[in-house]
């Protein structure tokens, strides 16, 4: 065991429980739990904002992806820069405003409530168990990529990796809420962004230059370097479509309504634009770069390149500083997401339907119990050793997607929208993404013909055009949007976003 690098992580993990620890006095009340009492500034903000949403697979998949396939794979990141400053641009002051507007709305299905003046519940109902059950497989590959870190630096088994960076992430998040989330997030963000600069310039370097390396990399295949080679039109617009499924990430959509105002949060995108291009392509220069660097001796596991790069390019106190920035989009995410996951089973469900007069108190205890519950969920999904970051993470955010993306947008900005559509959309934006993935499959050992869709398609596409149709559809079909919810809409556009 490499005892410098074990030093740097066990560090790392002191200054988390003490952000933690920090977050826990400033936190009184459930709102400051869940939203931080919206004071969230634009620096923090955008930087937090990029680690929560890139996860693990930020380090671990894309570069894996690009080792694995070439330059072809790089029409994941186009799409993703795209949809997330897009999301930024138009989703992030408007859901600002309207869910303070709307009876102050801390969580999303709250905001899908007070928007429609919904008292049959059904919306928190749908909104919440969608949260649920996708945030189980995004927490998961969250797991599945801290215990594939630990086992690679450490040498310990899956399992042991698995319960250790579970209990380390399940900690701060329990203790300190969302002021812990994003102090953290930002730290980790910082150091994500130095790590992915640091790896392909150390790599280019250490293999010569980028004409050396492209000749290296097209002499092994000259496929590797062609961004169409492999593709079909529907290929590429799967990996295009990454970038629809910002518009419905909750734990991207929460870092909006936590900003201290419209203001923070055109400077939050600036910073997050420049940190989210750069740590795009620093993850396809560290995956593409490997291709040269590890030809001679082929990585087992191709989501282990940017892991190996730390380990034999630089001393054991740097790689034990790269090695925690894998670890910090690992976490960053995971909180995060524990953390909607958890207001969705407290504030939306527990008060919303069992203890409508539940004390702050109580509810900071639930909220907390509700962290530990999910997840040990998502450790029992996260047992299998075989599982892969991206495909876990691909599921999870083409159901997040495809269930919110639509049903925010078209609420949003669309006053026709009614509840019954906005749950119909939902319904079936879930419920497409579900039954794609598994029609798509094929049986084990066979090729994509065999399955009863015999075309790969990302299930995202499907599923977020059929909810846009379903929202627009039902609202048309009966129209009965009160006079206070369309009030409320006019006041939202009067105000200066």
Known sequence: MNYITLTVFVSYFAVLFFIGYLAYRRTTNVEDYILGGRQLGPVVGGISTGASDMSGWLLLGLPGAIYLSGLSEIWIAIGLAIGAYLNWQFVGKRIRVYTQVANNSLTLPDFFENRFRDKSKSLRIIASSFILIFFAFYISSGLVGGAILFEATFGISYITALIVGSVIIIGYTMVG?????????????????????????????????????????????????????????????????????????????????????????????????????????????????????????????????????????????????????????????????????????????????????????????????????????????????DSSVLSLVAYAWAGFGAVFGPAIILSLFWKKATKNGILAGMLVGGITVIAWSLLSTPPAGMGQEAAVIPFYLYEIVPGFVFSWISIVAVSLFRNNVSQEVIDEFNAVNASKI
């Open 177 to 385: 809420g969302f002021f812990a989330v994003a102090w953290t997030d930002f730290l980790q963000g910082s150091i994500m962004f130095l790590a992915l600069i640091i790896i392909p310039v150390a790599a280019l370097t250490t293999i010569g230059d980028w004409g050396n390396s492209v000749n290296q990399i097209g002499s092994i295949s000259a496929e590797h370097l062609d961004v169409f080679a492999g593709t079909t039109t529907l290929g590429v617009v799967s990996l295009l479509a990454w970038g629809l499924g910002y518009f419905g990430q909750p734990h991207v959509i929460i870092r909006f309504m936590s900003m201290k105002s419209t203001k923070d949060i055109t400077v939050g995108r600036s910073i997050y634009t420049i940190w989210n291009v750069a740590a795009l392509f620093g993850a396809i220069f560290t995956g593409f770069f490997g291709i040269a660097y590890f030809a001679d001796a082929p990585l087992a596991n191709p989501e282990t390149v940017f892991i190996e790069f730390a380990q034999v390019l630089f001393n054991p106190w740097v790689t034990g500083f790269l090695l925690v920035a894998v670890l910090s989009a690992i976490m960053s995410t995971i909180s995060s997401q524990l953390l909607i996951a958890a207001s969705a089973l407290s504030e939306d469900l527990y008060k919303g339907f069992i203890r409508k007069n539940a004390s702050q108190k109580e509810l900071m205890l639930v909220v907390r119990l509700a962290v530990l519950l999910i997840s040990l969920f998502a450790i029992v999904l996260a047992l299998n050793p």
